[in-house]
Nanobody, 124 residues
Framework: VQLQASGGGLVQAGDSLRLSCAAS?????????MTWFRQAPGKEREFVAG???????IVSDSVQGRFTISRENAKNTVYLGMNNLKSDDTAVYHC??????????????????WGQGTLVTVSS
């Protein structure tokens, strides 16, 4: 299974972006739990949002109300919609998948497949 994240870029505070994570190999319908993590320079990897196979979602408190996660199984793709971006959102965003559990874990160690990351830079 390979995950390819895209959609990052340089934006200004208050702007919006949508990240995509395309899966190859087994369809994401079989990958059950899909998540987004982010890692800012000098900081640990942080859970952002996750979505289960049936569409149940969880979003971290730090982005609640601004970020949404969705999936389109027919296109093998998971999305992260980001609105009202802040400078603190600057990070490399990674998508990850766990084919063995339907639980929406928030620790990075629970995920077996990772994309290469896409950089989001928010200027204030």
């Amino acid at each position: 299974v390979q995950l390819q994240a895209s959609g990052g870029g340089l934006v200004q505070a208050g702007d919006s972006l949508r990240l995509s994570c395309a899966a190859s190999g087994p369809t994401i319908g079989g990958l059950i739990t899909m998540t987004w993590f982010r890692q800012a320079p000098g900081k640990e990897r942080e859970f952002v949002a996750g979505i289960g196979r049936n569409g149940d979602t969880i979003v971290s408190d730090s982005v609640q109300g601004r970020f949404t996660i969705s999936r389109e199984n027919a296109k093998n793709t998971v999305y992260l919609g980001m609105n009202n971006l802040k400078s603190d959102d600057t990070a490399v965003y990674h998508c990850a998948a766990n084919p063995f559990s339907s639980a929406l874990h928030q620790n990075a160690g629970s995920y077996y497949y990772w994309g290469q990351g896409t950089l989001v830079t928010v200027s204030s």
